[in-house]
């Protein structure tokens, strides 16, 4: 499933690459996020927990970051399983000044497999938007920007 | 006999206990000590098995062992093959639990066994297995396309086995045909969804070395047989019950699914029985399925209508597995031509394996594909010529005085399908007269005029059922003068425990209720090899009846004894038996019964045996065919694309009939199974080869509130096949609804000339053909 969207942030440029590459950043913005430990450079060791109609799901797994072009870009990869099934994703992040704010552009392909696909696919391109718009307002808070 | 019972409409002897909730279901059964069973099923359509860990889940609270590949010994290897066939290469079937691959979602992989389904199901996310994903071969043209990720790595290709059926020369047909046409038809998954899932209770018993296992199949005697082959047991130490089991329909006929082997399995290590009930979440990935082929279709005709060849070329989705072999395949190639005269008849399928649940036979299991792509083809000939559809179809009928009836294809029991009796014109005839054919042209009219899109389909089949190899029955007069028959078909809802009581009563001249009928348990009977293909009223129901007319005779024999009478001179009725125009000379039918079991003195050598008892077997040369017409009228709204049914008709002839309420409860169930595979149930999987239909939010079944009142005539034609004259009822209802829905939206939508070449339809996709319609108008 392909999800893309845009969000304008109110910071630099810098400012948003510093925070989307920060680990307590993303710690605190990601829904779900239950445990999120570096095991190397850009690696991380991460516990996600996400419902999707009747189903909730922990998934154990890594996130990590590459294709870093700072700082305007990089590509970050999810993978996770668990009781629910498994979780594939890969997105990409670019970041282009605009005003004395960023724009940011994301897109991502998710694949879900076992049990939540099947109970729950119809709902999950409308799940997924909600969480990832949920990580942006986050970010746009931590900015200080209104929310 | 007398046929007092046989042919009558009574109600049903299952019934009471079924409908008060006294049945016995494989959930029912509760042992001291019993260990509840989950299992860890692949959430992968195709991927490498790297690793499976099991610690934690051994370790959580009450849970008792978890099983993988590696603790299955020598019933680790790839499980029966079923049904092989010459053409069928790479007959492939899984293992009880994967080893080094998983190839649908809902494999199993492990099983755990745990004080409470409960601690089962919550150990489960506790087995850490790593897999591989692999690309997936999902969609069956893709699948069957070179280059497609296979399946099977070791076979080098999906395609399992191609097979061709000919008759005539029909190069030459079609070569010299006036009129040609030709479709693509195409034809999606379902799945049977029976009230109850599968399940399986298993009990070791060390100190009398008896297994027991309680079991949701149709087939509970070849299970019996393969435990028995597998645990190293006789036979007679391994029983299998199929106690009462909410519905069938094909995909609990198989030989083994892996729970079936799993449980018992478990049972004996732990030394405590073990239960394994399926919940629908599994169902849906865990159960063999049905239905998807696709057919490029080729008719032949003259100028007048006539057939002169027909072609086809299909593709035939396998899943991930074969065990069943080609039958489903088979089946839709040789059931194809139908009522009609098709002098050249080309027939060819490619099976194919893909990253989806495996096929088995469903209820009609090809029948109503072959009906679907003959039909469309007659619908399509019948609009291009300019010929009204029940006429082209008339044209073209089988007539009564040519049976027995050569097709010139070979079935899936392996004889020739040799049509035995029938009278097609007169079924169609009839079910033109019933759904008021004849002016339904100005019904329409009225409607249209009225701003409603209504529609007509009629559609003709014929079915193959009641094939061998053969089955058998014991009947017993017990001293109480009731008698007890036991027979190796089960039933799943069939009415076997009321139509063979009818048979039995009319030879004894007891009434049903004084018969029980005892089927599916291997310890009141050993021989038989199941419920399938239309049969049981048939192959069990002839052998029902040779086996009371033969213990009818024996109580002659002993009664004269008793009687000082001749054997001839014997009558039984009223569960009496007496000396002929001497009713006063009568003894209550159970004396003669214990009379024939002395516990002194000599027994007469005519009596052969003791008790009133004889064992007798059927085993018919081939099968016999049913066959029939449906006609119905629907609405379409071609704003949503929403159908209603307004009438449904069924004509049909299934030889002298048992007892016709069940024969039409048969039927309805039946209707409305095919109503569902023609416009609401379908099975949708991804492009990764997930299955997203797997609740019943998602797979739409009929209720009752879609269906119409069903109008059912019977025409009977008995068999020569059998001295019953009967023939199978229990797929008929399923096999023509597709075609007859597809002719009826086609008409209801004649004004937007929407062409119908798909089955299941939806409402969506109704709409969407409408909409394309609009657009090219």
Known sequence: MKLEGTNTLPASVETVWKTINDPDALRSCTPGLKELKATGPDTYQATLQIGIAAVKGTYAGTLSISDKRAPTHYKITLEGTGGAGFMKGEGSVDLEAQGSGTLLKWTGDLQVGGLIAGVGQRMLGGVGKMLIGQFFKCLEERLGGSA | ?777
Not at chain 2, 203 to 218: H, N
Not at chain 2, 242 to 268: N, R, S, T, W
Request: charged share 20%.
């Open chain 2, 1 to 777: 006999m007398s046929t007092r019972y046989t042919g009558a409409r009574i109600t049903r002897n299952e019934d009471p206990a079924l409908l008060c909730g006294r049945g016995l279901f494989v959930d029912d059964i509760h042992l001291p000590r019993l260990a509840h069973a989950a299992v860890l099923r692949s959430p992968h359509a195709h991927a490498r098995i790297v690793r499976i860990d099991t610690r934690r889940a051994r370790a959580a609270g009450g849970v008792l062992a978890a099983l993988t590949h590696a603790d299955l010994g020598a019933l680790g290897g790839p499980l029966p093959r079923l049904i092989p066939h010459p053409a069928l290469v790479h007959h492939k079937t899984q293992q009880a639990l994967a080893s080094t691959a998983v190839r649908y979602v809902g494999e199993a992989v492990a099983l755990i066994v745990a004080e409470s389904r409960y601690a089962a199901e919550d150990a489960l996310d506790l087995v850490d297995v790593e897999y591989a994903p692999l690309p997936a071969a999902v969609r069956l043209e893709d699948a069957a396309a070179p280059g497609a990720p296979l399946v099977h790595e070791d076979a080098g290709t999906n395609v399992c086995a191609r097979y061709t059926q000919r008759v005539g020369d029909v190069e030459r047909a079609f070569a010299g045909a006036p009129r040609r046409f030709r479709d693509r038809l195409v034809m999606d998954r379902g799945t049977a969804s029976p009230l109850e899932a599968r399940g399986v209770v298993a009990a070791w018993d060390p100190r009398a070395r008896l297994l027991e296992i309680w079991d949701s199949t149709q087939a509970p005697i070849p299970i019996r047989n393969g435990l028995a082959a597998m645990f190293g047991l006789p036979q007679t130490s391994v029983r299998v019950v199929a106690p009462d089991v909410g519905g069938g329909f094909g995909p609990k006929v198989m030989m083994f699914y892996p729970e079936e082997i799993l449980v018992p399995l478990a049972a004996q290590r732990l030394g405590r029985p073990v239960k394994w009930i399926e919940d629908r979440r599994e169902h849906f990935v865990a159960t063999n399925q049905e239905r998807e082929q696709i057919h490029d279709a080729e008719i032949a005709l003259d100028e007048t209508g006539r057939i002169l060849g027909v072609r086809t070329v299909f593709l035939y989705d396998a899943g991930a597995y074969c065990p069943y072999g080609l039958i489903v395949p088979i089946v839709a190639g040789t059931t194809l031509p139908g009522p009609y005269r098709v002098p050249n008849y080309h027939c060819e399928f490619t099976a194919v394996f893909t990253n989806k649940t495996p096929v088995s036979p469903y209820r009609g299991a090809g029948r109503p594909h072959g009906v679907f792509v003959m039909e469309r083809l007659l619908d399509r000939a019948a609009r291009d010529l300019g010929i009204d559809r029940a006429e082209i179809r008339r044209r073209n009928l089988i007539q009564p005085d040519e049976f027995p009836y050569d097709v010139g294809l070979i079935y899936q029991d392996n004889a020739p399908v040799q049509y035995d009796s029938g009278d097609y014109p007169r079924c169609l005839g009839r079910a033109a007269e019933m759904i008021g054919y004849a002016d339904w042209r100005a019904q329409q009219d009225t409607y249209r005029a009225a701003g409603r899109y209504l529609g007509l389909g009629v559609a003709c089949y014929v079915e193959g059922t009641g094939i061998g190899p053969y089955e058998g029955c014991r009947v017993t007069v017990e001293p109480s003068g009731k008698v007890f028959i036991a027979t190796g078909v089960g039933t799943q809802g069939q009415g076997h425990l009321t139509a063979f009581a009818q048979i039995v009563a009319d030879h004894l001249g007891v009434t049903p209720r004084d018969v029980t009928v005892r089927t599916g348990d291997t310890a009141a009977f050993g021989w038989g090899t199941g419920t399938f293909a239309s049969r049981a009223a048939v192959v069990a129901g002839t052998a029902v009846s040779l086996a009371a007319e033969a213990v009818r005779e024996k109580t002659r024999i002993v009664a004269a004894t008793l009687l000082e009478a001749r054997p001839d001179e014997i009558e039984l009725a009223d569960g009496k038996v007496f000396v002929r125009g001497v009713p006063a000379r009568a003894l209550p039918l159970g004396e003669v019964a214990a009379a024939a079991n002395p516990l002194r003195f000599a027994m007469p050598r005519e009596w052969e045996s003791p008790g009133l008892e004889a064992t007798r077997y059927f085993a018919p040369p081939r099968g016999t065919f049913s066959n029939g017409v449906h006609a119905c009228i629907v609405e379409i709204d071609p704003e949503t694309g929403m159908l209603s049914l307004h009438r449904y008709v069924i004509v049909h002839d299934c030889g002298r009939v048992l007892n016709p309420l069940i024969v039409e409860g048969q039927i309805h169930g039946g209707v409305a199974q095919g109503l569902g595979g023609a416009f609401w149930e379908k099975l949708v999987y991804d492009a990764e080869g997930q299955p997203l239909t797997t609740t019943f939010m998602d797979y739409l079944l009929p209720t009752a509130a879609d269906l119409p009142c069903f109008e059912v005539g019977h025409e009977t034609t008995p068999t020569p096949l059998n001295p019953l004259g009967v023939k199978g009822a229990g797929e008929a209802g399923v096999i023509p609804v597709g075609a007859a829905i597809a002719q009826a939206v086609e008409d209801a939508l004649r004004p937007f000339r929407v062409r119908i070449t798909e089955m299941p339809l939806s409402p969506a996709r109704v709409w969407e053909l409408v909409a394309e319609a609009r657009r090219s108008a």
